[in-house]
């Protein structure tokens, strides 16, 4: 049968498109959030950042929004590329510095 | 280039074995991680120092047992008492406890056979 937390949710778009990753955090007092990618076999590579005083932030190709009313953390990726596969990962942090881990979405990206 | 250098890359050990896992950095960071990693998981922090000489439990840090000597290096070992070794480790570092992203290093994975 099928084992509990092997399988991470997965987004998949087409070659092109914008991709929209959503996150859910769980502490109010967070004030930091970063974006991960992480490709197989590999360590994460760090995306983009934010804080709370923020609500968006562009980098290149890529967007975080905080939305603190409701705890919610995307990353809009625009024009979505084959090398833009992977599993992508938010972390929060707050007064203690220590930066907790969400489980992880893959992207995959149809040709 | 600056980074963090984790080695082995893979290693595989008996059931009752001890194993340490290299963390080296070059990047003067104050701060360093050790964060376990399972299929289909988040990350999950073991143990983190803020400076040298001192270091932190993290959520999962029963069977395991770090060292930071030295500002450059944050070993971990893998204790005979861990149930359940079998995983990909991460190791990371961080300017200083409340500035910025942290920098990984390529991983380790370890089998127990």
């Known amino acids: 049968g099928e084992s509990v937390g092997l399988h991470l949710p997965t987004l998949s778009v087409q070659e092109g498109d914008n991709s929209i990753i959503n996150c859910a955090y769980s502490n109010s007092a967070s004030d930091y959030f970063i974006w991960y990618k992480q490709e197989s076999g590999k360590g994460p590579q760090f995306i983009i950042d934010?804080?709370?005083?923020?609500d968006k932030r562009q980098g290149q190709r890529v967007t975080v929004l905080l939305n603190k009313t409701v705890k919610h953390l995307s990353l809009q990726i625009a024009a979505t590329q084959p090398g833009d596969s992977a599993v992508y990962f938010c972390?929060?942090?707050?007064?203690?510095?220590?930066?907790?881990f969400g489980k992880g979405i893959t992207l995959s990206v149809r040709p | 280039d600056g980074g963090i250098t984790q080695s082995p890359k893979y290693l595989f050990r008996k059931e009752g074995q001890n194993v340490t896992l290299s963390c080296e950095q070059n990047l003067n960071h104050d701060a360093m991680y050790w964060y376990r990693q399972d299929p289909g998981q988040g990350l999950r922090l073991i143990y983190y120092s803020q400076i040298v000489n001192d270091f932190q439990k993290g959520d999962i840090a029963e069977g395991y047992s770090v060292s930071r000597e030295k500002k450059e290096s944050f070993p971990l070992t893998v204790t005979s008492a861990q149930k359940n070794p079998t995983a990909f480790y991460l190791c990371a570092s961080r300017r200083d406890r409340y500035t910025g992203e942290l920098f990984f290093g390529e991983g380790s994975r370890l089998t127990v056979l």
């Open positions: 972390a929060e942090s707050g007064a203690n510095s220590k930066l907790t």
């Open positions: 934010i804080r709370s005083n923020m």
